[in-house]
């Protein structure tokens, strides 16, 4: 199977191209990333002579460069690629709309045209909006989002559902819930907490620090959207959580203790814009169906995340000071 993984250098995609190559022989992998600010190629160090892994540097929107690489023949496209981060969404939506919304349509387009046997969207649960006290997402929730984050995956999802209606095209839509682990840029919430706690710095809350997110390991979020590729019915959508629903001050409570500082660190600032209050996922379409479950708990594996930062503090440092973007420059050349 030819998997064309976009986004494979940013947090989710490459966490997803080391599981997949680390469980299967008989997946190839191309991974397309523009290496934006979020595209990080040491991650995906370990594999980069692998036989059955390309990276190829290229905009999702940009259907010129692309088109060569679905005349080749793709199996299946899993497409991770995206602007991801909801307050840079507040700043500048244009560029989220250009690649979540225009990025997703130029390679539907591709798909169809070159017969592509399946279309595997990685959405968000963000689409849904917000929850209030109590309930859950499920795939018959409404699509409300809330910010041009949210609209602009919801858009991208409405016209995966449009190339499935109107053009046959076999699709899948994941809505997953936030996820945490390794290789997160540290602008989400975790890895940021992890380096301004390692560096004494304030920790910056939003709000009153209430607002509650379901948590993931990135591993899990993987598996799911292998079985998905895999097993998924054409035309369904699957949401993907584990029901680890912490509030954020919970979330930062854990890490300052893990981390031996003192919660004095915390400091309350301006509320995020349009913040939604409460995500929550329910994944019994996905359990039931395709037989998937979480493999980490959260507790443990929010330990295990906040050593893995612990002990790649290169990464880390490389990340924040932008040394990580010449690792292309000096891998890869003019490639
Ligand atoms: P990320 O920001 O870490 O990575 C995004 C990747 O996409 C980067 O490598 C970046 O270079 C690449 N990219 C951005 N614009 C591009 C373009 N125009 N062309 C080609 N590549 C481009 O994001 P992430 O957290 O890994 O999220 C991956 C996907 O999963 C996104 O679609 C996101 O909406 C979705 N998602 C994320 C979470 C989460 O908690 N992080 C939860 C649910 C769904
Ligand atoms: O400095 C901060 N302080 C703070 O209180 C940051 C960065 C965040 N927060 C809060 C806002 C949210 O309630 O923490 C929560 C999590 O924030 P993010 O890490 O920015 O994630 P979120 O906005 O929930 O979106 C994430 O999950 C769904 C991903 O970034 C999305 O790509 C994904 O779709």
């Not at 710095?201 to 997110?213: A, C, S």
């Amino acid at each position: 199977m030819k998997i064309l993984v976009t986004g494979g250098a940013g947090f989710i995609g490459s966490n997803f191209v080391l599981y997949m190559l680390g469980k299967y022989a008989d997946v190839t992998i191309v991974n397309v990333d523009a290496l934006t600010y979020a595209g990080n190629l040491e991650n995906l160090r370990s594999v980069e002579n692998n036989a059955n892994y390309r990276f190829v540097k290229a905009d999702i929107a940009d259907r010129a460069a692309l088109e060569p690489l679905f005349a080749e023949g793709i199996d299946v496209v899993a497409n991770f690629a995206a602007e991801s981060h909801v307050d840079r969404s507040i700043l500048h939506p244009d560029i989220f709309v250009r690649t979540n919304i225009l990025g997703t349509q130029t390679l539907l387009d591709l798909a169809k045209q070159y017969g592509v046997s399946k279309f595997v969207q990685v959405s968000t649960d963000e689409v849904y909006g917000t929850l209030g006290e109590t309930g859950l997402f499920t795939e018959e929730t409404p699509l409300a989002p809330n910010s041009p984050y949210s609209a602009s995956k919801a858009g991208a999802d409405l016209l995966v559902r449009a190339y499935h209606e109107t053009f046959g095209l076999s699709v899948n839509i994941t809505r997953c819930s936030n996820n945490y682990g390794p290789y997160q840029f540290p602008e989400k919430l975790i890895p940021l907490m992890i380096q301004n706690a390692l560096d004494d710095k304030p920790l910056p809350v939003y709000g009153d620090g209430l607002n509650v997110r379901d948590w993931l390991y990135v591993e899990d979020h993987c598996s799911a959207i292998d079985l998905v590729i895999r097993g998924g019915r054409n035309g369904e959508v699957y949401n993907v959580g584990g029901r680890n629903e912490r509030t954020n001050v919970q979330v930062v409570g854990t890490i300052l203790a893990e981390l031996g500082k003192p919660e004095s660190l915390i400091t309350y600032v301006k509320d995020r814009l349009g913040h939604d209050r409460r995500y929550a996922i329910d994944a019994d379409k996905i359990r039931n169906e395709l037989g998937w479950s979480p493999k980490h708990d959260y507790e443990s594996g929010i330990r295990e995340t906040i050593r893995w930062y612990l002990s790649n503090r290169d990464w880390m440092n490389g990340v924040t000071s932008g040394g990580y973007r010449d690792y292309y420059e000096k891998q890869y050349g003019d490639r």
